[in-house]
């Protein structure tokens, strides 16, 4: 019986912005996270002017990890973490984006964070850029739309890699950089590149142009990165929402095959170092002019990555003739509802099988390890009299999402470096600001409205999944 490999490793995932807070400690600048209100399911998170009096901006505080970091990192030691995915944030490290010189206490603050986890042998797993751009840039340059940016970031990221090459080994660029190809919600544009498409002359070109940007951004990470540390491990990371054709009707293939065109045009570039031959026909058919420079073919060329990073929450079925805009989060251009799978409150269609099929679907594309870096049910957790939490709905959803993930391995013959469920501690919602869709091992006291102790509480998951982790994934 074949089992997954025994350094597989096994983690949990979060973001700098949805929960460290301390958003103005230690020296650190605003980022775009922190102009951001709470929304709920439905309804839009702002995106402010800066920070303003009057407003709850929840990212502010968020479960204050910055402040309970030894705590939390002893909780994931105790649960048999091997690794530990956060993210560090740029404007810590530069407050502005555009200074000269990185901010030394941000930098102290990712040492001890970073010590910390070795401490208990978790491996670090960084992303670079997880939707918290500093703010300075956006108001300064206009955000990713700006070459500019591109030696902004380049300076940043290898500013921590040299920091840190003795403790990090595993980077990602960009987090979900493909999320902003839904380039019409403005939550999406803004938090990857700083940019609302909707305000500018021309939202479909200006949002491949940011896209440019940043893949070129990357690949420069990914090449000057490899030069620091030979042995560093630098992927990309993108949401994988595979897009199944409603029917075998050959108009609802067709249109699946072209709207998952829209989902890897970047994971393409990013591993395979040159645009995709569907690109430039779609381009010329909408018209879409993307300023490159004579050097930017060479430098995709050169910054191919060590292995893919995805998200994987959900599926949805599209029809060719559904007429539907959709808006990038529980639905798609083309969406209709699944007959064959439910959704959670919050609309994301649960599927784990199309797991399975999503690594297959990489996998076969791209023959690089892949790294499922987020996994999750975002639920609402009830805390029972004697304050225990029981999430077995959670626990089923992972249960699940794992057996399919052993067949892709095992089975399917799929080179998978680990799986870091998201939200391993509660954390702020990303589309909604809210703090009650909550993900975690790891119950934080607060609610939506920022009240609560922040004390932990271990729930009913978190004994299982230490248990998962111990049998390398046998005993689920
Ligand atoms: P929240 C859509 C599809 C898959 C992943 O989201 C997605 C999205 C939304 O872009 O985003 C990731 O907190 C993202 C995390 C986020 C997580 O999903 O809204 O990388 O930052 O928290 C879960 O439930």
């Known amino acids: 019986m074949r089992t997954l490999p025994k350094e597989f490793l096994w983690g949990g995932a979060v973001a700098a912005h949805q929960v460290e807070g301390g958003w103005d400690k230690g020296g650190k600048g605003v980022s775009i996270a922190d102009v951001l209100t709470a929304g709920a399911h439905g309804v839009d998170r702002k995106i402010t002017d800066g920070v303003l009096e009057g407003y709850y901006y929840p990212n502010h505080e968020a479960s204050d990890f910055y402040g309970h970091y030894k705590e939390d990192i002893k909780l994931f030691a105790e649960m048999g973490f091997k690794c530990f995915r956060t993210s560090i ?49 956006v108001k300064r340059y206009g955000g990713w739309k700006n070459r500019k940016v591109i030696d902004f970031f380049v ?20 987090n979900e950089i493909n999320n902003q190809k839904n380039y019409k919600y403005p939550l999406f544009g803004y938090t990857c590149s700083g940019v609302i498409f909707n305000q500018e002359a021309n939202p479909e070109e200006c949002m491949y142009q940011v896209v440019h940007h940043e893949l070129v951004a990357s690949a420069l990470v990914v090449r000057e990165g490899h030069k620091i540390n030979p042995g560093f491990k630098i992927g990309c990371m993108m949401a994988c929402v595979p897009l199944y054709p409603y029917s075998c009707n050959p108009d609802d293939m067709m249109f699946s095959v072209e709207a998952m065109h ?7 570039v990013h591993v395979r170092g040159k645009y995709p031959s569907y690109v430039w026909p779609e381009w010329e058919r909408r018209g879409i002019h993307v ?31 559904a007429s539907v805009e959709g808006n990038g989060v529980d639905g798609f251009p083309g969406s209709v509802p699944n007959p064959y799978v439910k959704a959670s409150d919050w609309g994301w269609q649960i599927d784990p099988v199309g797991l399975r099929y999503a690594l297959n679907l990489l996998y076969e594309r791209y023959q690089i390890p892949l790294f499922i870096v987020e996994n999750g049910f975002g639920a609402i957790d009830k805390v029972e009299e004697d304050g225990s939490i029981r999430d077995d709905y959670r626990i089923e959803y ?6 399919e993930m052993k067949k892709a391995v095992i089975e399917d013959g799929v080179d998978l470096l680990g799986y870091t469920p998201w939200g391993c501690l509660d954390c702020v919602s990303f589309t909604t600001g809210e703090m009650k869709k909550r993900y975690g091992f790891i119950y934080v006291d607060k609610d939506n409205d920022g009240n609560g102790s922040l004390k932990r509480t271990r729930k009913k998951s978190f004994y299982w999944y230490k248990k998962v982790i111990e049998t390398n994934g046998e005993e689920l």
């Open 89 to 137: 944030a740029w404007t810590r490290i530069f407050p502005n984006g555009d200074e000269e010189f990185p901010n030394e206490e941000g930098l102290r603050f990712y040492d001890d964070l970073f010590n910390e986890l070795l401490k208990y042998h978790i491996e670090p797993v960084v992303t670079l850029s997880h939707f918290e751009m500093p703010y300075h840039l």
């Open 155 to 174: 300076k940043y990221a290898l500013t921590v890699m040299e920091r840190y090459r003795d403790k990090v080994k595993y980077w990602m660029t960009f």
């Open 262 to 268: 829209d989902r890897f045009l970047f994971g393409d």
């Open 291 to 321: 300023e490159m420079e004579p050097e930017d073919e060479r430098i995709l060329r050169e910054g191919i990555v060590d292995y893919v990073g995805l998200s994987y929450y959900m599926t949805n079925a599209v029809k060719a003739d």
């Open 398 to 403: 992972l249960r699940a999402h794992i057996q």
